[in-house]
């Protein structure tokens, strides 16, 4: 964006700017008082739903933003949680390099998507960093659940993974099945299986994939969409990553 200057307004959900781009000059108001900071590459500004805002910057800002609805906030923080305006301490030009980190990775699996559940499970993480680093929520430590989940718990996920597996499956479907938040069950699981249930799934979806083309009596579109890809070409670029060849090339024996 060019240099620009907001009204001050009313933050509405958790909102999160963090600077991509070359240093500006940012100046923001505090109970009626303004201030003035640099906002160098890779640092944040974060405000808690309901305070109020308003932002200057003098010269071209590249930026991302993020808004986190306060219900996932209370998913993560559980009883902990409290009222929205008292979710974040007020950071401006504050530098987070996991931040950025979280920021470009889930940009760039946005633009080319290798997991469907990976940029579900990457907000997640996103959150937790967020409420860890710059929360204002007491017993923080909390949120990191300790343990693994129970035989009973694991055994009903894994069915609902090859079940669901050609379809939307997605983290919160997976929590519920096993009685937790999605915050809390990405943990569990990793800590259990070794893998976040993102590469988990996907390690599925790949050896039905290939179970499938050896069979030789699907396509590899049908096989794609069979094992809850996006689409053909997805499907292409995550099997030659995983295998080093086409779903055709393994399909017709060249291997």
Not at 3 to 12: G, R, T
Not at 160 to 170: I, K, Q, V
Request: charged fraction near 20%; glycine fraction near 6%; aromatic fraction near 8%.
């Amino acid at each position: 964006m060019e240099p620009h200057e907001y009204e001050e307004h009313v933050v509405v959900g958790h909102q999160l700017m963090l600077n991509l781009g070359e240093p500006v000059e940012l100046g923001w108001r505090t109970e009626s008082r303004r201030h003035e900071g640099t906002l160098h590459t890779g640092a944040l500004c974060i405000q808690s739903d309901g305070v109020t805002n308003a932002p200057r910057w003098r010269d071209t800002l590249t930026f991302a933003t993020a808004s986190i609805p306060p219900s996932m906030i209370e998913a993560a923080l559980g009883e902990l949680v409290r009222a929205p305006s008292a979710t974040f301490i007020q950071r401006h030009c504050v530098p987070d390099r996991q931040a950025h980190e979280f920021v470009t990775t889930l940009a760039a699996e946005l633009a080319s998507p290798t997991e469907p559940l990976f940029a579900e499970t990457l907000s997640h993480a996103f959150v937790l960093h967020l409420l860890a680093a710059h929360g204002e929520a007491p017993g923080r430590k909390q949120l990191a659940p300790k343990g693994k989940l129970r035989p009973a718990q694991l055994r009903a996920v894994l069915e609902m993974m090859h079940a669901e597996l050609g379809t939307s499956l997605s983290l919160t479907r997976m929590a519920e099945c096993a009685g937790y938040s999605p915050f809390q069950f990405s943990r569990l699981f990793k800590t259990t299986t070794g893998l976040p249930p993102h590469a988990f799934v996907l390690r599925l979806r790949l050896e039905r994939a290939r179970r499938l083309l050896r069979e030789g009596d699907h396509t590899p579109t049908n096989v794609a969409l069979m094992t809850g890809f996006y689409d053909q070409s997805h499907f292409t670029n995550v099997f030659r990553k995983a295998f080093g060849m086409t779903p055709k090339m393994f399909a017709s024996g060249r291997h």
